[in-house]
């Protein structure tokens, strides 16, 4: 039904030419955003305003400097999000607002302008959800979801965005007073919050990523982080396939064995940010496991993190290794696939039921055993203090204000663009600015410090990568990932019980059955939300 087969003949050719619009209309986004953001990367070339900027950091800013032909300085690449991991370091406050602006006018004029394409996709969606019988595009997407219908993810985001946005200006009002110190009478910016935010932690609790990232080495987190808490679980091992080529030279091959040693599938890594890919992370099945074709699966994670020069290590920050963490959840949802039909295989569930599992993996960064074996000096292999270890997991809900504010602006914002029928759509491409900050007001999530994760100009997962209309999805599956590490905790936590009970009853389903029934199936009753309150800092301020 969804594919039109219910409209008549003259209807039908229409959806047609619509999904076929739509694809074009993607795939030039995309194209566009990519151009736009390998545009506005900062060239610096005064070293003094790097004053602060990791020197891992700083080497690969220079080696991007070179590859894209400037004989002098360095290049601040750009990644998706507004915010940008430079700016948490920077001690320059000139050089911060040049990179915040840089990332958030991405796509708003010049040659790579991104707005005409993304009027026309909005207004094309809608128009196919109309001729399909639906009110809006919003509303279509909702129907082939857990949600059901687009006001249950209103209800599920507006109960949330006004406690957080109140924790949010309680955080902004400690991070101005810490900006007035350094620059008296200076209004809190959003390019001043992430580096705040690290000296306020720093005075805190006496950590910051700057003293954190020598611990957090690529190779360790991966071999003895990622890979280790699978064993452990899933009893998978895995082992580097040298003479596999990937798709490009940067990309690495492992071959994955069961826990009885037979061959599961194959996990290609792709870790380094380049010119040619698109920004962000995220996981691919290039091949779909399925019993009735006799196909193991393939499946890929990338990031996109600076390329250090030859033989220097990648060093993270912690949000890059719950990234990490994070990516090989939707990963390990592919490779323990066992079903008959490729089209039900892994991550082939509901938008709003794909991140949960991936959620669910990010809660071994955490775990005591796992994080003290990969937080290891990469020069010494010292692990880190266990002082260190002990704040890192204490000071879990730091900033939650913020992350939750920045993801429900953007969540809110897709949700805005996606609810208006075809004739609603601005046709002035100058009428998009005005439209997002009306939304956002609307919503009541308009605190200038704190913008959103995605501005309609670059919001690749909403115009490009198949989260139109359902950004919210990550939230949506973080209620049913935060019940779910109860249930793990619950269970005694890190144990090949738990691990082979979760596989058996959801990993290994895929979209083979309805996915609620399989959380039910594990959980033994519906999700509850005060788990997910409880973990951002919420219940209190949402129970009241």
Do not use: C
């Not at 229409?14 to 990519?34: D, K, T, V």
């Not at 900062?42 to 991007?64: I, K, S």
């Not at 279509?140 to 599920?156: F, H, L, N, P, R």
């Not at 139109?468 to 019980?497: H, P, Q």
């Amino acid at each position: 039904m969804r594919s039109g087969v219910g409209l008549d003949a003259a209807s039908q050719d229409r959806l047609r030419a619509l999904n076929a619009e739509i694809m074009s209309l993607e795939a030039e986004f995309g194209r566009l955003l990519l151009a736009a953001t390998n545009a506005a990367g900062v060239l610096v070339t005064d070293e003094d305003e790097l004053d602060g900027l990791p020197e891992d950091a700083r080497d690969a800013a220079e080696l991007a400097a070179r590859a894209r032909g400037h004989e002098q300085g360095w290049f601040l690449e750009l990644a998706l999000p507004t915010q940008q991991a430079p700016l948490a370091a920077l001690r320059d406050r000139g050089l911060r607002e040049r990179v915040f602006r840089a990332s958030a006018g991405r796509g708003a004029s010049g040659p790579h302008d991104t707005r005409p394409t993304l009027l026309s996709l909005a207004r094309t969606r809608a128009e196919r959800a109309q001729l399909l019988g639906y009110a809006h595009h919003a509303e279509y997407v909702a129907a082939d979801a857990t949600a059901k219908t687009a006001q249950a993810v209103s209800d599920i985001l507006e109960r949330l965005a006004p406690v957080a946005v109140a924790n949010a200006r309680d955080e902004g009002a400690d991070l101005a007073d810490a900006l007035g110190h350094d620059h008296p009478g200076a209004r809190l910016e959003p390019w001043d919050w992430q580096f705040y935010a690290e000296q306020v932690k720093k005075e805190r609790r006496s950590l910051d990523d700057a003293v954190l990232r020598p611990y957090l080495e690529l190779e360790r987190v991966l071999a003895d982080g990622v890979f280790r808490a699978a064993t452990e679980l899933y009893g998978l091992t895995f082992a580097e396939r040298h003479d596999l080529v990937g798709y490009h030279p940067d990309v690495r091959v492992f071959e994955v064995f069961d826990a009885d040693g037979s061959e599961l599938g194959l996990f290609l890594a792709d870790f380094w940010t380049r010119e040619s890919k698109r920004g962000g992370a995220w996981m691919n099945n290039l091949v779909d496991q399925s019993t009735l074709l006799d196909e193991r699966p393939v499946v890929v994670n990338n990031l996109n993190v600076p390329k250090p020069p030859h033989g220097e290590p990648t060093l993270l920050t912690w949000d890059l290794v719950i990234t990490m963490f994070h990516e090989f959840g939707h990963a390990i949802h592919g490779l323990l696939s066992a079903v008959r039909w490729p089209s039900q295989s892994g991550t082939a569930v509901p938008r709003d039921f794909v991140e949960y599992p991936s959620q669910v993996n990010e809660m071994w960064a955490w775990d005591p055993s796992i994080l003290r074996a990969f937080a290891r000096h990469h020069e010494t292999g010292e692990p880190m203090p266990s002082e260190w270890v002990d704040t890192l997991l204490a000071a879990r809900q730091d900033g939650e204000g913020f992350a939750t504010t920045e993801y429900l602006a953007a969540a809110l914002l897709d949700q805005a663009w996606y609810r208006l029928s075809p004739d609603e759509v601005p046709t002035d491409v100058d009428e998009v600015e005005a439209f997002e900050a009306a939304a956002l007001k609307r919503a009541g999530v308009d605190y200038a410090p704190v913008p959103p994760r995605y501005r309609t100009t670059y919001f690749n997962h909403i115009f490009a990568s198949g989260y139109s209309a359902g950004y919210y999805s990550y939230i949506w599956s973080e209620v049913l990932d935060a019940d779910t590490v109860e249930w793990f905790r619950e269970n005694g936590g890190l144990d090949r019980r738990n691990g082979d009970e979760f596989r058996a009853r959801l990993l290994s389903r895929g979209g083979s059955l309805d996915p609620m029934d399989a959380f039910r199936d594990l959980r033994g009753r519906d999700p509850l939300i005060d788990p997910l309150l409880a973990r951002r800092g919420l219940l209190g301020a949402a129970t009241s």
